[in-house]
């Protein structure tokens, strides 16, 4: 298994709610920084976007709080690709903090040419990079929807 350790940040007072623990929305905000890190990681990041007008663009989302996290903090965060084709690409985050999983992110993003407004297949070097470092097996925990209540 594959697993990139490219970022950690400090959790920001501003992040926090009345209750004194990071709140729902902020927990985005370090997975998506995460991204970017594994983006360039990949030659895909904010440098390639300048050069080529190519980017990824985020289009569906599944965020899991499994505990809470309390300032102060330091977040690590463990980042992974689930698959790839030749466009798109399905990644996943797990948020860690003093040795315990404390949520798991992933997401599909589509490789989009901003210049000619629409997708567009990933560079070859790129593509065979990312499909080398996929994770086998996928964590148990990856595709899953949340549970309809009733039915």
């Not at 970022?7 to 009345?18: I, N, R, S, Y």
């Not at 890190?37 to 965020?63: M, N, S, W």
């Not at 690409?89 to 949520?103: C, D, N, P, T, W």
């Not at 070859?124 to 990079?129: I, N, R, S």
Request: with cysteine; hydrophobic share 40%; aromatic share 10%.
């Amino acid at each position: 298994m594959t697993i990139h350790r490219l970022h950690k940040e400090p959790l920001q007072d501003a992040w926090l709610d009345a209750y004194g623990h990071l709140n729902e929305a902020y927990y985005l905000v370090p997975f998506s920084n995460a991204t970017w890190k594994l983006q360039d990681a990949f030659g895909v990041g904010t440098d390639y976007f300048d050069a080529t007008g190519c980017a990824l663009y985020t289009v569906e989302t599944h965020l899991r709080y499994l505990d809470e996290v309390r300032a102060p903090a330091n977040l690590e965060i463990a980042s992974m690709i689930l698959g790839i084709d030749e466009k798109k690409l399905q990644i996943a985050h797990v948020m860690e903090f003093e040795g315990r999983e404390r949520a798991t992110f992933e997401c599909l993003l589509l490789h989009f040419d901003t210049r000619a407004g629409k997708t567009a297949p990933f560079p070859a070097e790129a593509l065979e990079k990312m499909k080398a470092a996929v994770v086998d097996p996928t964590p148990d925990w990856a595709g899953r929807s949340v549970k309809q209540l009733g039915r």
